[in-house]
């Protein structure tokens, strides 16, 4: 009954889509045992909560609050916590790395060049989430293929050998009208800032809106001349598909 309720009003193809997801998911936690949720607050993000919390809330749900959020991330937190009556475990940088960075550096530093932005991104995000996912066997991404470039030859299944665990990848195949058409039939609490052209959401100084139809990414460190639009979490090179663990 749950599950005909989550995908009731979508077409045959997204409930197939759906569906595939939630069993990648479970399929996770049987492979894996303990299986954590990085949770950016994106739109991809919305479906995978509600994907995770209604149908395998055994999976650990983590955000990365950096300290330079939007205001409308912490105002969505509430939203979700109070629908789905769970708390979002947030994770925070180390307030004395940080702290002398930006004692170093500037506030603002990240703009100053890819360096100092791989740097701040590093300690905002790179450093809290290792310690986020340290001790679970698998972390799940809302990466999709169409996203840009980078992500195209993303695998459902991956060894991240950086953090020692495998990560998973539910949504690989998900159009953006899929995640649109899921969060509208369900009417799932989402980012407003989606509705004022910000397709994807970071950073408040770090992300801007971007034309209709621009590349989803291009709204990220638009100041930098890169193809690789990323913080680190996904890593440029990706590494051949893992073998599911045994047991």
């Known amino acids: 009954m749950a599950q005909q309720a989550v995908v009731s009003s979508l077409t045959d193809q997204q409930q197939a889509k759906a569906a595939a997801s939630i069993e990648r998911l479970k399929a996770a936690v049987r492979d894996y045992g303990t299986v954590t949720y990085s949770n950016s607050l994106g739109a991809e993000s919305m479906v995978l909560t509600d994907l995770i919390w209604t149908h395998v809330p055994e999976i650990d749900i983590f955000t990365l609050d950096t300290g330079r959020l939007y205001e409308e991330a912490y105002t969505l937190i509430d939203r979700l916590e109070a629908r789905y009556k769970r708390r979002i475990r947030a994770v925070y940088p180390d307030a004395r790395q940080l702290e002398a960075f930006v004692g170093a550096n500037g506030v603002n530093a990240f703009y100053t060049s890819v360096e100092l932005r791989q740097a701040c991104c590093g300690l905002r995000k790179i450093e809290p989430f290792r310690r986020a996912v340290a001790g679970f066997g698998a972390w799940v991404t809302g990466v999709r293929h169409e996203q840009s470039a980078t992500r195209a030859g993303a695998q459902p299944v991956e060894f991240d050998a950086p953090n020692g665990l495998y990560k998973i990848s539910p949504i690989l195949d998900w159009s953006h009208d899929d ?4 969060i509208r039939a369900n009417k799932i609490p989402y980012n407003p800032l989606h ?12 992300t801007r809106a971007v034309e209709p139809g621009a590349d989803s990414r291009s709204g990220r460190w638009w100041w930098e001349n890169s193809d690789n639009k990323e913080c680190g979490l996904q890593p440029r090179v990706r590494a051949v598909a893992a073998p599911q663990a045994e047991g």
């Open 179 to 182: 995640i649109w058409a899921y």
């Open 195 to 206: 509705d004022r052209g910000f397709p994807s959401i970071g950073c408040a100084p770090c």
